[in-house]
């Protein structure tokens, strides 16, 4: 058993604590915003994450989970620290570093022995020097010394699969430089790292950049997907068939190679654009990196464009209305960060068009995010949004979404159309129907527009 102590109750932050005081360790979650600590010390969490409630709310009760705004105590006997609070872009799109170097502070000055400070944040290259550097000097300030070790162990957790990524991570990355600290993070693991060793210990700096160019990787097979299936609807082929054609090579995989409205969430905009910004930095020109997101940004108006090809013109939208199903920027989860559905909401209105949107977790989070302006209505249900719609496009590959009642939409929306931004359906399941069907990619569909 360990003495945890994490900063920061976002979705790494509480996740990880979680998974700790799951596995036996005991564990104090620090945060700096009082209404949220006394929700979480009640069992009510702050985000829609799949099993994460209940698991909070057992820990809470079996006393191995705490959560406190009180930084100087829970800092004073935890002998592993953990830095998950957030790195906001900066204006040039490099991650701020200043709630993780004042983490770094409140360490320095509350520690009362030996520590492991270990980073979970996604920070650039060299973070984990200064953090080190911070909490030497406050430490000096208080004429202390103390052993700290100020290691990179970088997170991986996907949104939505967060509990079973954290219970069963495919790898748990430790950069540092000495082995003790090695030993003692290869026990605080221990409970996840069964059966096979996933345990990878490298420098420091390499651990730094392995998140970034995970991130930045996964996002490039996404671009290079979208980049292809715009290829393929010009020309007239089907990205779903070339989608199974290329995955079939192991050295390609299935995985990350689905077309779409683009991608969104916390981390691979972010990420992608903080990565390019270091290697500026280090005077590299970062040509393939700046190219992922370009396409991105891109992809995320295509959809608009497709709806504009159909009406022969934005211009020709003034006044239609559409049933928009999926706000998040993918499916389990209300996260709506860069999600694709801000850029289409936006688009859409823009051209004078309503929007009646649906979707099962983010209604709350949409509201915050759009405000209730004119021409934009939320609806209970994905049936309500066809109340009085011309045409439908579906945004986020919920489950719900997968199979509609075709012949529902054939008899609600006036213009019979379907927009498909996540290729959920078969083209010719839907225009059996008597609808028109637009998906990314897919040649068939294009032919009818070009
Ligand atoms: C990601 C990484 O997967 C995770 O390892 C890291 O720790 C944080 O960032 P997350 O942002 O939660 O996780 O979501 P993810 O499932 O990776 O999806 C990101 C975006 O890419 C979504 O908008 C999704 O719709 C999109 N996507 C994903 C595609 O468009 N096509 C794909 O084939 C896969």
């Given at each position: 058993?360990?003495?945890?102590?994490?900063?920061?109750?976002?979705?790494?932050?509480?996740?990880?604590?979680?998974?700790?005081?799951?596995?036996?360790?005991?564990?104090?979650?620090?945060?700096?915003?009082?209404?949220?600590?006394?929700?979480?010390?009640?069992?009510?969490?702050?985000?829609?994450?799949?099993?994460?409630?209940?698991?909070?709310?057992?820990?809470?009760?079996?006393?191995?989970?705490?959560?406190?705004?009180?930084?100087?105590?829970?800092?004073?006997?935890?002998?592993?620290?953990?830095?998950?609070?957030?790195?906001?872009?900066?204006?040039?799109?490099?991650?701020?570093?200043?709630?993780?170097?004042?983490?770094?502070?409140?360490?320095?000055?509350?520690?009362?022995?030996?520590?492991?400070?270990?980073?979970?944040?996604?920070?650039?290259?060299?973070?984990?020097?200064?953090?080190?550097?911070?909490?030497?000097?406050?430490?000096?300030?208080?004429?202390?010394?103390?052993?700290?070790?100020?290691?990179?162990?970088?997170?991986?957790?996907?949104?939505?699969?967060?509990?079973?990524?954290?219970?069963?991570?495919?790898?748990?990355?430790?950069?540092?430089?000495?082995?003790?600290?090695?030993?003692?993070?290869?026990?605080?693991?221990?409970?996840?790292?069964?059966?096979?060793?996933?345990?990878?210990?490298?420098?420091?700096?390499?651990?730094?950049?392995?998140?970034?160019?995970?991130?930045?990787?996964?996002?490039?097979?996404?671009?290079?997907?979208?980049?292809?299936?715009?290829?393929?609807?010009?020309?007239?082929?089907?990205?779903?068939?070339?989608?199974?054609?290329?995955?079939?090579?192991?050295?390609?995989?299935?995985?990350?190679?689905?077309?779409?409205?683009?991608?969104?969430?916390?981390?691979?905009?972010?990420?992608?654009?903080?990565?390019?910004?270091?290697?500026?930095?280090?005077?590299?020109?970062?040509?393939?990196?700046?190219?992922?997101?370009?396409?991105?940004?891109?992809?995320?108006?295509?959809?608009?464009?497709?709806?504009?090809?159909?009406?022969?013109?934005?211009?020709?939208?003034?006044g239609k209305t559409f049933a928009l199903w999926g706000l998040s920027f993918k499916p389990d989860t209300d996260d709506m960060r860069e999600a694709s559905s801000r850029t289409l909401v936006a688009q859409l209105r823009e051209a004078g068009a309503s929007v009646r949107a649906y979707d099962p977790e983010a209604m709350d989070?949409?509201?915050?995010?759009?405000?209730?302006?004119?021409?934009?209505?939320?609806?209970?249900?994905?049936?309500?949004?066809?109340?009085?719609?011309?045409?439908?496009?579906?945004?986020?590959?919920?489950?719900?979404?997968?199979?509609?009642?075709?012949?529902?939409?054939?008899?609600?929306?006036?213009?019979?159309?379907?927009?498909?931004?996540?290729?959920?359906?078969?083209?010719?399941?839907?225009?059996?129907?008597?609808?028109?069907?637009?998906?990314?990619?897919?040649?068939?569909?294009?032919?009818?527009?070009?």
């Amino acid at each position: 058993m360990f003495r945890v102590c994490i900063f920061g109750t976002g979705y790494v932050g509480l996740v990880t604590g979680t998974c700790l005081a799951e596995v036996g360790h005991h564990v104090t979650c620090v945060d700096i915003d009082a209404d949220k600590i006394d929700g979480l010390n009640e069992g009510r969490i702050p985000i829609y994450e799949p099993g994460l409630e209940p698991m909070v709310r057992d820990n809470v009760r079996d006393g191995r989970l705490h959560f406190t705004t009180d930084a100087a105590e829970a800092v004073s006997d935890a002998e592993v620290l953990f830095i998950a609070v957030g790195t906001p872009p900066d204006e040039d799109g490099s991650a701020d570093l200043k709630y993780v170097l004042k983490v770094a502070e409140t360490v320095g000055d509350n520690i009362r022995g030996s520590v492991i400070v270990a980073n979970k944040s996604t920070v650039p290259v060299g973070t984990a020097e200064k953090v080190d550097g911070v909490i030497r000097e406050r430490l000096a300030a208080r004429g202390e010394e103390f052993p700290v070790e100020v290691v990179s162990n970088p997170e991986f957790l996907k949104e939505g699969a967060a509990v079973d990524d954290c219970m069963r991570p495919d790898r748990i990355i430790v950069g540092t430089r000495s082995k003790e600290t090695a030993d003692r993070l290869r026990q605080l693991y221990a409970p996840f790292n069964r059966n096979h060793d996933r345990l990878i210990i490298m420098d420091v700096r390499s651990a730094e950049l392995t998140k970034y160019a995970a991130n930045a990787m996964l996002a490039t097979k996404i671009s290079f997907m979208n980049e292809m299936a715009n290829v393929a609807e010009r020309v007239g082929a089907d990205i779903e068939m070339i989608r199974k054609g290329i995955g079939s090579d192991p050295r390609i995989g299935w995985h990350f190679i689905y077309p779409g409205a683009g991608y969104g969430g916390s981390c691979f905009p972010k990420d992608v654009r903080a990565l390019a910004s270091t290697a500026r930095e280090h005077d590299v020109e970062p040509e393939l990196i700046s190219a992922v997101e370009s396409v991105n940004e891109r992809q995320k108006k295509h959809l608009f464009e497709l709806v504009a090809r159909h009406y022969h013109g934005g211009e020709n939208l003034r006044g239609k209305t559409f049933a928009l199903w999926g706000l998040s920027f993918k499916p389990d989860t209300d996260d709506m960060r860069e999600a694709s559905s801000r850029t289409l909401v936006a688009q859409l209105r823009e051209a004078g068009a309503s929007v009646r949107a649906y979707d099962p977790e983010a209604m709350d989070e949409a509201r915050r995010v759009f405000g209730e302006p004119e021409g934009l209505a939320f609806c209970d249900s994905s049936e309500a949004t066809l109340e009085g719609a011309d045409a439908l496009i579906v945004l986020t590959e919920w489950k719900q979404f997968r199979s509609p009642d075709f012949r529902l939409l054939a008899r609600s929306l006036s213009d019979r159309v379907v927009f498909d931004g996540r290729n959920l359906y078969e083209p010719a399941d839907v225009e059996s129907m008597g609808l028109a069907y637009y998906a990314i990619g897919r040649g068939r569909s294009c032919a009818a527009v070009s």
